[in-house]
């Protein structure tokens, strides 16, 4: 083979495997995007990942709406105005800015 005829080759073959990396990437700068969770000014504060119900209750007040615990491990998910926060078993996995 001519060594001009690898050259596509080798350029697919990078593109191919440096993708999920990309897209990776881009999630974590999507997530990195999210409204602040520190300064009321920049974004909507909320609950953070490893805050149990308890420091959320006493935070943030009673949830507008909470759905039932599903699943194993048992996740709950409640409703605040603005954002949900997600549970498993006691804890806080994440808290979701709705649109």
Request: zero cysteines.
């Amino acid at each position: 083979m001519k060594p001009l005829t690898l050259l596509p080759l080798a350029l697919l073959a990078t593109l191919v495997m440096s993708s999920p990396s990309n897209a990776e990437v881009l999630l974590l700068n999507k997530i990195a995007e999210a409204p602040a969770n520190r300064d009321i000014e920049k974004g909507l504060v909320r609950p953070t990942s490893g805050m149990s119900m308890q420091q959320v209750l006493a935070q943030f007040g009673e949830p507008w709406g909470a759905l039932p615990s599903v699943g194993s491990p048992p996740i709950t998910r409640w409703h605040y105005p603005g954002y949900t926060v997600v549970f498993e078993y006691q804890r806080v996995i994440t808290s979701v800015v709705e649109n």
